[in-house]
């Protein structure tokens, strides 16, 4: 992309995969646009626990009841957490570094999906997702996890999202 107006414009979330992997240098290139994304007081106490291990990907994609399965399609998924009981902006620095995750997957013709884990159950009665996920992946218990993200080859190409559609009611000139 030459402008962040046109990734912007074109970056989907993308449920299906093909069976090509991400190479290591794309992998390393997402990873690395998450450790340079902004946090509060440039703590960047969050952690990106990846696995293109397709029993543990199978596994997480029957984390929740409803909302995991496409996991099962990616080639890699990366769990996006932080210490929930130490920094008060956990949620928003492993937010912003997840979405600039997807931007640069985007820039690098990846696709991806965000899966909610903070505060959905778990499949399993009385077990909610954020500790299946820790299981899973050997995340340790003073970190909390807040989305897994799904990483692969598109099958389908989406198209930009359409201009037309922006909702510019929700935009307030406060002067």
Same mark, same amino acid.
């Given at each position: 992309?030459?402008?962040?107006?046109? $990734?912007?414009?074109?970056?989907? !979330?993308? #449920? &299906?995969? *093909?069976?090509?992997?991400?190479? @290591?240098? /794309?992998?390393?290139?997402?990873?690395?646009?998450?450790? $340079?994304?902004?946090?509060?007081? !440039?703590? #960047? &106490?969050? *952690?990106?626990?990846?696995?293109? @291990?397709? /029993?543990?990907?199978?596994?997480?994609?029957?984390?929740?009841?409803?909302?995991?399965?496409?996991?099962?399609?990616?080639?890699?998924?990366?769990?996006?957490?932080?210490?929930?009981?130490?920094?008060?902006?956990?949620?928003?620095?492993?937010?912003?570094?997840?979405?600039?995750?997807?931007?640069?997957?985007?820039?690098?013709?990846?696709?991806?999906?965000?899966?909610?884990?903070?505060?959905?159950?778990?499949?399993?009665?009385?077990?909610?997702?954020?500790?299946?996920?820790?299981?899973?992946?050997?995340?340790?218990?003073?970190?909390?996890?807040?989305?897994?993200?799904?990483?692969?080859?598109?099958?389908?190409?989406?198209?930009?999202?359409?201009?037309?559609?922006?909702?510019?009611?929700?935009?307030?000139?406060?002067?």
């Amino acid at each position: 992309m030459s402008e962040f107006k046109d $990734l912007a414009r074109v970056r989907r !979330s993308r #449920r &299906q995969y *093909t069976d090509e992997p991400v190479s @290591d240098e /794309d992998l390393k290139t997402v990873l690395r646009a998450a450790l $340079l994304s902004p946090s509060a007081k !440039s703590l #960047r &106490q969050w *952690t990106f626990t990846f696995t293109r @291990d397709k /029993d543990k990907i199978a596994s997480l994609s029957k984390v929740r009841e409803h909302g995991s399965g496409f996991l099962a399609e990616a080639p890699v998924a990366i769990a996006v957490s932080g210490p929930a009981g130490i920094q008060d902006t956990w949620i928003e620095d492993c937010a912003i570094a997840a979405v600039s995750m997807q931007y640069q997957a985007q820039d690098l013709g990846l696709g991806t999906c965000w899966c909610q884990i903070r505060g959905r159950e778990s499949a399993e009665e009385g077990l909610m997702a954020d500790a299946k996920v820790k299981e899973i992946l050997g995340i340790e218990d003073d970190m909390s996890v807040l989305c897994v993200l799904a990483l692969g080859h598109p099958c389908d190409d989406r198209g930009p999202k359409d201009e037309d559609s922006l909702k510019w009611s929700q935009v307030r000139d406060a002067d």
